[in-house]
C-alpha cells in the first residue's frame, strides 16, 4: 500500500522530531510563559534538524537545503536587537489567551524570549506562482511556535515573521530573513482591520522593531507576531507533487504518506462535516473506499475559498498576489503584504502598481482563485482517485457556484434588499467603473438619507471620471423601484433597511494612504498615531472622528506643510490647491470644468483598413503621421498654444500645460486611438514643450530605449511581429512646416540599432545626414514613432501664418508603453480627469525628471520638487525614486 497500510497514521513513518534550544525562556510567570501549546501538528507532520540558532549561512550546517519526507524543519528566532513594540491588539492578545501589554515584553513577542513550550519550526511549502510551479518555497523569514490552546476552546497556530535566517531562506537572492518596519506596520493594519471587517483572517497580534546587527547604519528591522487556525496552504500539499510533471523538483516527491497525513490533520482539524463523512462500503480497495472523504475535502476547500474572495469582492479589496502559497487551506485571508482596498473602480486594479500582469487584478481575482482550486485537486490526486479532467469541471462548478451564491447575498445585503437582484448589483458595478466611482464611498452614500438629487451629489463627487449624472439617476430610479416593491415605499421601513445597511457598508478601510500614514508613524517612532489609525480601521462600521479619514485620498494637508518644505513650500501649495490661479494665468483655458467629462468620451475611430495600414507603417517605418483632419479635436489647440506662452512667461515650464482639461481632453481621444493601432496605453509619461523663436530644441537621442522602471537595458524594445514596446505620440499645437522648424528623425529601415535598442549612432558622420527625414506636421496633426529623434527644430522661427510674426513652438508629447517596458506612473483610474493636485504635482516631477532639457533655475527647481512631493505617494514607486534622483543630482550640482 503506498499510505504504508490501511488507514495509517503511525507517528513512527514520520523523520525524529529534533529537541531544540530556545533563544532564551520566558518567565512561566507572565502570560507569555504559561501559553500551552499542542504541538501534534508538527509531530505529525516531521520535523527535520535545522539551523542551531544563530542564523548562519555556509559552513555552520545551516546552508539552504531541500526538506524530503516533512512538513517542517527545526528553527528558531534569530534574536533582534533593542527590541520596541511598535503595534499591539488588544483583541487579538485576548484571543490567544494573553492581557494587557503591561504584562508581556517586546523581546518575548518578537521571539527573543520563547515559551517554554513552544516548539519553533519553519513551514516547508511549494507554490504556483503567476501560473508556473516554483518548487520548494518555505518559511525563509518566518516560523511557526506551534498550536496554543486558547480559552475560547480550540487551538491557534502562532507564526512570527521576519525572525532571520533558517534552512529554508533563499539566501543568493540576498534574502536576510528579515522584514522592513513599514511592510510588518502595514501587514499587522490590513489583518486587524480585515477581522474588523468581518473578512475571516489571520490576525495581527504585535509589531516589534529593533536593529539585526550591531550596524547602526542598517534600517530598523520589525518582526510581526500573527495567530491563525492554521498557517498551511495549499502549497503545503505541493511538496509531493511528482518529478516529471514540472521543470522544478518539489522536496518530497510522490511521498503520499506525508501527503495523507497532511490531508487527514486537516481534515480532522479544521473540516469536522467532512470528518464525519464515511469511507465507501461499495470499495473493497481501501484507497479507494477513502477516498470519498478526501473528494468531500476537496469540495469544502474549494467552497470556503470561493466564499472568501466573494467577501473580498464585496468589499472591492483584492489579494494582490493569488499564488497557491499564500492561499489558506482554512479559507482564510493570509500574507497581506500585497492586499488592497480599491478607490476608484476599475476592473484592472492589481493594488501595486509594480504589477506588470493582469493575472491577479480585481476582475479577475475569481478566475485565478478558482484556477488555485484546480491546481489544489491536482495535488490530491492519488487521494481522491478520479479523473483529473472530471475532478477539475467538478471543483470548477462548486466554485462557481458556490461563489454566485455567496457574492450575490453580498451585494443583496449591501443594497438592503430582501432578495438578490444580481442585474441591479451588476449593473451598479458597472455604472461605478464607467464613471470611476469610489468603492467604498459609494455604497456608504447609499445608506444615507436624503432625495433622489442629493444622492446622485454625493455619489458624483467621488467620480474621478465622467460621473453621468442622468446615468445615476436612471440606475436609482431602478433601485428605488426594487426597494419600494419590497418595503411598500422608498421610505418605508427606511430605518431599519439603512441600519442594516450600515452594518456591512464600512466607512473606513485601509486605503494605502492610511496605510502609508501608518507606516510613516512607525518609522519616526509616533506610537500614538499608530494607535489612533489602528483604533480608526477596527471600527470601520462607525463615523469616524474626522471625516477626512473616509476620503479615497488624503486632504492635501496630510502631505504637505508648508513650515517644512522650504522657502517655496508656500508657494507650491497655491500651485496645487487653487484652480483659481491657473484659470487667470490661461483665461482660454479650463481647470476641472463640468464640460470636460463629456468631450473626453469623443474619441476617433478609426476602420480596419485604416488601422492596418497605420500598422504596417509602424512597423517598417517606425512612425506614422495622421493629418490634422483626421484628428477632430474636442479641444482648444491655439488656446493651448497660448497657454504655453503663458507659462513661459511668468517662468512656469510648458510641462504645466498638463494642468488644463484641454491637455487631457486631448490624451482621452488620443488614447484610445493607440490602442487601437498599437496595443498599447498611456504610461502617463506626457511633457509639453514651448520652444521660443530662433532655438533649437531637443539634441539628438536615442527615444526611450531603457526600461527605465528596471534599470537596465532590454535585448529588444520590439515585439517579434515588429511592433514596438513602446511609442512617443507628438502632437503640434502650431505649424512645423519645413522651412521653419520640424521634427527629425532617423526612419527605422536607415537605423541600424532599432530593433535591438542600442546606443549606436545612425549618424556616424555629416556624410550620413542623408539619413534624417523631416517630419513636417500641422498643428493638430500627430507623429507616432518610436525610434531615434534626431531633433526638433533648425534655428529657424516658427511662424504664425495668420499675423506673420514668429512665435514660440509648442507642441504635447504622450507616450505610450507595454507594461513589459514600462509601468504607468499614475494609477489608470484618475482618467481622464485627474485632481489638480495630482496634474500639477506629474508636471513637476516631469520636469525634474528631464531637467537638462528644461534648464531651470535653482529656485524653481525647488518649486517644482515641493509639488511633486506633496502628492509622490500616489505615484508609482520606481517613477518617484528616478524623480528624486534627478532633483537631488541637480540640487548638488547647484551646490544644495
Same mark, same amino acid.
Request: proline share 6%; hydrophobic share 40%; charged share 20%.
Given at each position: 500500500?503506498?499510505?504504508?497500510?490501511?488507514?495509517?497514521?503511525?507517528?513512527?513513518?514520520?523523520?525524529?522530531?529534533?529537541?531544540?534550544?530556545?533563544?532564551?525562556?520566558?518567565?512561566?510567570?507572565?502570560?507569555?510563559?504559561?501559553?500551552?501549546?499542542?504541538?501534534?501538528?508538527?509531530?505529525?507532520?516531521?520535523?527535520?534538524?535545522?539551523?542551531?540558532?544563530?542564523?548562519?549561512?555556509?559552513?555552520?550546517?545551516?546552508?539552504?537545503?531541500?526538506?524530503?519526507?516533512?512538513?517542517?524543519?527545526?528553527?528558531?528566532?534569530?534574536?533582534?536587537?533593542?527590541?520596541?513594540?511598535?503595534?499591539?491588539?488588544? $483583541?487579538?492578545?485576548?484571543?490567544?489567551?494573553?492581557?494587557?501589554?503591561?504584562?508581556?515584553?517586546?523581546?518575548?513577542?518578537?521571539?527573543?524570549?520563547?515559551?517554554?513550550?513552544?516548539?519553533?519550526?519553519?513551514? *516547508?511549502?511549494?507554490?504556483?506562482?503567476?501560473?508556473?510551479?516554483?518548487?520548494?518555497?518555505?518559511?525563509?523569514?518566518?516560523?511557526?511556535?506551534?498550536?496554543?490552546?486558547?480559552?475560547?476552546?480550540?487551538?491557534?497556530?502562532?507564526?512570527?515573521?521576519?525572525?532571520?535566517?533558517?534552512?529554508?531562506?533563499?539566501? +543568493?537572492?540576498?534574502?536576510?530573513?528579515?522584514?522592513?518596519?513599514?511592510?510588518?506596520?502595514?501587514?499587522?493594519?490590513?489583518?486587524?482591520?480585515?477581522?474588523?471587517?468581518?473578512?475571516?483572517?489571520?490576525?495581527?497580534?504585535?509589531?516589534?522593531?529593533?536593529?539585526?546587527? =550591531?550596524?547602526?547604519?542598517?534600517?530598523? @528591522?520589525?518582526?510581526? /507576531?500573527?495567530?491563525?487556525?492554521?498557517?498551511?496552504?495549499?502549497?503545503?500539499?505541493?511538496?509531493?507533487?511528482?518529478?516529471?510533471?514540472?521543470?522544478?523538483?518539489?522536496?518530497?516527491?510522490?511521498?503520499?504518506?506525508?501527503?495523507?497525513?497532511?490531508?487527514?490533520?486537516?481534515?480532522?482539524?479544521?473540516?469536522?462535516?467532512?470528518?464525519?463523512?464515511?469511507?465507501?462500503?461499495?470499495?473493497?480497495?481501501?484507497?479507494?473506499?477513502?477516498?470519498?472523504?478526501?473528494?468531500?475535502?476537496?469540495?469544502?476547500?474549494?467552497?470556503?475559498?470561493?466564499?472568501?474572495?466573494?467577501?473580498?469582492?464585496?468589499?472591492?479589496?483584492?489579494?494582490?498576489?493569488?499564488?497557491?502559497?499564500?492561499?489558506?487551506?482554512?479559507?482564510?485571508?493570509?500574507?497581506?503584504?500585497?492586499?488592497?482596498?480599491?478607490?476608484?473602480?476599475?476592473?484592472?486594479? *492589481?493594488?501595486?502598481?509594480?504589477?506588470?500582469?493582469?493575472?491577479? @487584478?480585481?476582475?479577475?481575482?475569481?478566475?485565478?482563485?478558482?484556477?488555485?482550486?484546480?491546481?489544489?485537486?491536482?495535488?490530491?490526486?492519488?487521494?481522491?482517485?478520479?479523473?483529473?479532467?472530471?475532478?477539475?469541471?467538478?471543483?470548477?462548478?462548486?466554485?462557481?457556484?458556490?461563489?454566485? &451564491?455567496?457574492?450575490?447575498?453580498?451585494?443583496?445585503?449591501?443594497?438592503?434588499?430582501?432578495?438578490?437582484?444580481?442585474?441591479?448589483?451588476?449593473?451598479?458595478?458597472?455604472?461605478?467603473?464607467?464613471?470611476?466611482?469610489?468603492?467604498?464611498?459609494?455604497?456608504?452614500?447609499? %445608506?444615507?438619507?436624503?432625495?433622489?438629487?442629493?444622492?446622485?451629489?454625493?455619489?458624483?463627487?467621488?467620480? %474621478?471620471?465622467?460621473?453621468?449624472?442622468?446615468?445615476?439617476?436612471?440606475?436609482?430610479?431602478?433601485?428605488?423601484?426594487?426597494?419600494?416593491?419590497? $418595503?411598500?415605499?422608498?421610505?418605508?421601513?427606511?430605518?431599519?433597511?439603512?441600519?442594516?445597511?450600515?452594518? *456591512?457598508?464600512?466607512? *473606513?478601510?485601509?486605503?494605502? +494612504?492610511?496605510?502609508?500614514?501608518?507606516?510613516?508613524?512607525?518609522?519616526?517612532?509616533?506610537? =500614538?498615531?499608530?494607535?489612533?489609525?489602528?483604533?480608526?480601521?477596527?471600527?470601520?462600521?462607525?463615523?469616524?472622528?474626522?471625516?477626512?479619514?473616509?476620503?479615497?485620498?488624503?486632504?492635501?494637508?496630510?502631505?504637505?506643510?508648508?513650515?517644512?518644505?522650504?522657502?517655496?513650500?508656500?508657494?507650491?501649495?497655491?500651485?496645487?490647491?487653487?484652480?483659481?490661479? +491657473?484659470?487667470? &494665468?490661461?483665461?482660454?483655458?479650463?481647470?476641472?470644468?463640468?464640460?470636460?467629462?463629456?468631450?473626453?468620451?469623443?474619441?476617433?475611430?478609426?476602420?480596419?483598413?485604416?488601422?492596418? /495600414?497605420?500598422?504596417?507603417?509602424?512597423?517598417?517605418?517606425?512612425?506614422?503621421?495622421?493629418?490634422?483632419?483626421?484628428?477632430?479635436?474636442?479641444?482648444?489647440?491655439?488656446?493651448?498654444?497660448?497657454?504655453?506662452?503663458?507659462?513661459?512667461?511668468?517662468?512656469?515650464?510648458?510641462?504645466?500645460? +498638463?494642468?488644463?482639461?484641454?491637455?487631457?481632453?486631448?490624451?482621452?481621444?488620443?488614447?484610445?486611438?493607440?490602442?487601437?493601432?498599437?496595443?498599447?496605453?498611456?504610461?502617463?509619461?506626457?511633457?509639453?514643450? @514651448?520652444?521660443?523663436?530662433?532655438?533649437?530644441?531637443?539634441?539628438?537621442?536615442?527615444?526611450?530605449?531603457?526600461?527605465?522602471?528596471?534599470? =537596465?537595458?532590454?535585448?529588444?524594445?520590439?515585439?517579434?511581429?515588429?511592433?514596438?514596446?513602446?511609442? %512617443?505620440?507628438?502632437?503640434?499645437?502650431?505649424?512645423?512646416?519645413?522651412?521653419?522648424?520640424?521634427?527629425?528623425?532617423?526612419?527605422?529601415?536607415?537605423?541600424?540599432?532599432?530593433?535591438?535598442?542600442?546606443?549606436?549612432?545612425?549618424?556616424?558622420?555629416?556624410?550620413?545626414?542623408?539619413?534624417?527625414?523631416?517630419?513636417?506636421?500641422?498643428?493638430?496633426?500627430?507623429?507616432?514613432?518610436?525610434?531615434?529623434?534626431?531633433?526638433?527644430?533648425?534655428?529657424?522661427?516658427?511662424?504664425?501664418?495668420?499675423?506673420?510674426?514668429? @512665435?514660440?513652438?509648442?507642441?504635447?508629447?504622450?507616450?505610450?508603453?507595454?507594461?513589459?517596458?514600462? &509601468?504607468?506612473?499614475?494609477?489608470?483610474?484618475?482618467?481622464?480627469?485627474?485632481?489638480?493636485?495630482?496634474?500639477?504635482?506629474?508636471?513637476?516631477?516631469? %520636469?525634474?525628471?528631464?531637467?537638462?532639457?528644461?534648464?531651470?533655475? $535653482?529656485?524653481?527647481?525647488?518649486? /517644482?520638487?515641493?509639488?511633486?512631493?506633496?502628492?509622490?505617494?500616489?505615484?508609482?514607486?520606481?517613477?518617484?525614486?528616478?524623480?528624486?534622483?534627478?532633483?537631488?543630482?541637480?540640487?548638488?550640482?547647484?551646490?544644495?
Amino acid at each position: 500500500d503506498i499510505f504504508g497500510g490501511p488507514g495509517s497514521d503511525v507517528e513512527g513513518d514520520c523523520p525524529e522530531v529534533t529537541p531544540l534550544a530556545c533563544c532564551s525562556v520566558a518567565d512561566k510567570e507572565s502570560w507569555w510563559g504559561s501559553l500551552c501549546f499542542n504541538n501534534v501538528m508538527q509531530e505529525r507532520f516531521g520535523i527535520k534538524a535545522g539551523n542551531d540558532g544563530h542564523g548562519g549561512v555556509g559552513g555552520d550546517g545551516n546552508e539552504y537545503c531541500m526538506v524530503e519526507g516533512a512538513s517542517f524543519i527545526s528553527a528558531r528566532p534569530v534574536p533582534i536587537l533593542d527590541p520596541l513594540l511598535v503595534c499591539l491588539s488588544a $483583541a487579538a492578545v485576548a484571543l490567544i489567551g494573553g492581557s494587557s501589554e503591561n504584562e508581556v515584553t517586546a523581546a518575548q513577542l518578537c521571539g527573543n524570549e520563547l515559551p517554554p513550550a513552544a516548539s519553533s519550526a519553519a513551514h *516547508v511549502y511549494c507554490g504556483f506562482q503567476f501560473g508556473e510551479f516554483a518548487g520548494q518555497l518555505g518559511d525563509g523569514a518566518a516560523m511557526s511556535l506551534g498550536e496554543v490552546v486558547v480559552p475560547m476552546g480550540g487551538l491557534l497556530e502562532l507564526n512570527l515573521k521576519g525572525t532571520g535566517r533558517n534552512r529554508l531562506t533563499r539566501w +543568493w537572492n540576498g534574502a536576510t530573513g528579515r522584514k522592513a518596519l513599514g511592510a510588518m506596520v502595514r501587514e499587522f493594519m490590513v489583518a486587524e482591520a480585515l477581522a474588523a471587517l468581518g473578512v475571516p483572517t489571520t490576525r495581527g497580534v504585535a509589531v516589534v522593531s529593533g536593529r539585526a546587527s =550591531e550596524h547602526s547604519s542598517e534600517e530598523p @528591522c520589525a518582526v510581526l /507576531l500573527r495567530a491563525a487556525q492554521t498557517f498551511l496552504r495549499f502549497g503545503s500539499f505541493e511538496v509531493t507533487l511528482p518529478h516529471h510533471q514540472h521543470k522544478r523538483p518539489s522536496p518530497s516527491p510522490s511521498d503520499w504518506q506525508l501527503l495523507r497525513r497532511l490531508a487527514d490533520h486537516c481534515i480532522d482539524a479544521y473540516y469536522p462535516t467532512v470528518a464525519a463523512v464515511p469511507n465507501s462500503t461499495e470499495e473493497e480497495d481501501p484507497v479507494l473506499a477513502a477516498s470519498t472523504r478526501y473528494r468531500a475535502f476537496i469540495f469544502e476547500v474549494t467552497r470556503r475559498t470561493a466564499r472568501l474572495v466573494a467577501v473580498w469582492q464585496c468589499l472591492g479589496a483584492i489579494h494582490g498576489m493569488l499564488n497557491t502559497d499564500n492561499l489558506s487551506v482554512a479559507g482564510v485571508t493570509l500574507d497581506h503584504g500585497s492586499f488592497a482596498f480599491m478607490g476608484a473602480v476599475d476592473g484592472g486594479f *492589481v493594488g501595486s502598481m509594480s504589477e506588470r500582469s493582469d493575472r491577479y @487584478c480585481f476582475r479577475r481575482q475569481q478566475e485565478t482563485s478558482r484556477w488555485a482550486c484546480e491546481r489544489f485537486s491536482e495535488a490530491l490526486l492519488v487521494l481522491h482517485c478520479t479523473d483529473p479532467q472530471k475532478m477539475a469541471l467538478e471543483v470548477t462548478s462548486a466554485f462557481d457556484e458556490e461563489f454566485r &451564491l455567496a457574492y450575490d447575498d453580498g451585494m443583496r445585503k449591501k443594497l438592503g434588499l430582501k432578495t438578490a437582484a444580481p442585474d441591479l448589483a451588476g449593473s451598479l458595478v458597472a455604472l461605478m467603473e464607467k464613471t470611476g466611482a469610489d468603492w467604498t464611498c459609494t455604497f456608504s452614500a447609499l %445608506t444615507s438619507t436624503g432625495s433622489k438629487r442629493d444622492l446622485v451629489e454625493k455619489i458624483c463627487s467621488f467620480c %474621478t471620471g465622467n460621473c453621468l449624472r442622468s446615468e445615476w439617476e436612471a440606475w436609482l430610479d431602478r433601485y428605488i423601484d426594487i426597494v419600494s416593491m419590497e $418595503a411598500s415605499s422608498w421610505d418605508g421601513a427606511s430605518a431599519g433597511r439603512l441600519l442594516a445597511m450600515s452594518a *456591512v457598508n464600512p466607512q *473606513v478601510v485601509p486605503r494605502q +494612504w492610511l496605510l502609508k500614514r501608518a507606516e510613516d508613524a512607525a518609522e519616526s517612532s509616533n506610537h =500614538e498615531e499608530l494607535r489612533q489609525i489602528l483604533n480608526l480601521l477596527t471600527r470601520p462600521y462607525e463615523a469616524p472622528d474626522n471625516p477626512a479619514d473616509t476620503l479615497p485620498s488624503p486632504p492635501l494637508a496630510a502631505n504637505i506643510d508648508p513650515t517644512m518644505l522650504g522657502p517655496m513650500g508656500h508657494k507650491a501649495v497655491e500651485l496645487l490647491e487653487d484652480a483659481d490661479f +491657473w484659470r487667470r &494665468l490661461c483665461p482660454d483655458l479650463c481647470v476641472a470644468s463640468m464640460d470636460s467629462a463629456a468631450a473626453c468620451s469623443s474619441n476617433f475611430n478609426l476602420d480596419g483598413d485604416r488601422v492596418a /495600414l497605420l500598422r504596417t507603417a509602424m512597423k517598417h517605418d517606425g512612425l506614422f503621421l495622421l493629418p490634422p483632419e483626421a484628428l477632430p479635436w474636442a479641444a482648444d489647440l491655439s488656446a493651448l498654444a497660448q497657454g504655453a506662452a503663458a507659462l513661459h512667461a511668468v517662468g512656469l515650464p510648458p510641462c504645466f500645460l +498638463w494642468v488644463y482639461d484641454e491637455a487631457w481632453i486631448m490624451l482621452a481621444q488620443i488614447s484610445a486611438l493607440l490602442r487601437q493601432v498599437l496595443d498599447m496605453d498611456c504610461c502617463f509619461d506626457l511633457f509639453a514643450f @514651448c520652444v521660443p523663436p530662433g532655438q533649437p530644441w531637443l539634441p539628438p537621442h536615442r527615444d526611450r530605449p531603457y526600461v527605465i522602471d528596471r534599470r =537596465e537595458l532590454m535585448s529588444s524594445s520590439v515585439h517579434a511581429d515588429g511592433m514596438p514596446m513602446y511609442a %512617443t505620440c507628438w502632437i503640434p499645437l502650431n505649424d512645423t512646416p519645413q522651412a521653419s522648424s520640424c521634427l527629425m528623425c532617423v526612419p527605422r529601415p536607415l537605423d541600424a540599432g532599432y530593433q535591438d535598442a542600442s546606443d549606436i549612432n545612425p549618424i556616424a558622420g555629416l556624410h550620413q545626414l542623408d539619413k534624417v527625414r523631416c517630419l513636417s506636421v500641422d498643428a493638430g496633426g500627430a507623429c507616432v514613432l518610436s525610434h531615434r529623434l534626431f531633433y526638433w527644430g533648425k534655428i529657424g522661427d516658427a511662424v504664425d501664418v495668420k499675423e506673420s510674426r514668429p @512665435c514660440p513652438r509648442a507642441a504635447l508629447s504622450i507616450a505610450v508603453a507595454d507594461k513589459i517596458f514600462e &509601468l504607468p506612473r499614475l494609477a489608470r483610474h484618475m482618467l481622464p480627469l485627474p485632481p489638480l493636485q495630482l496634474r500639477v504635482a506629474l508636471a513637476a516631477g516631469q %520636469t525634474l525628471l528631464r531637467d537638462k532639457l528644461s534648464s531651470q533655475d $535653482a529656485e524653481t527647481m525647488e518649486l /517644482l520638487w515641493q509639488c511633486f512631493l506633496a502628492c509622490s505617494k500616489q505615484f508609482g514607486a520606481d517613477f518617484a525614486r528616478n524623480v528624486y534622483a534627478s532633483y537631488a543630482s541637480t540640487n548638488r550640482v547647484n551646490g544644495g
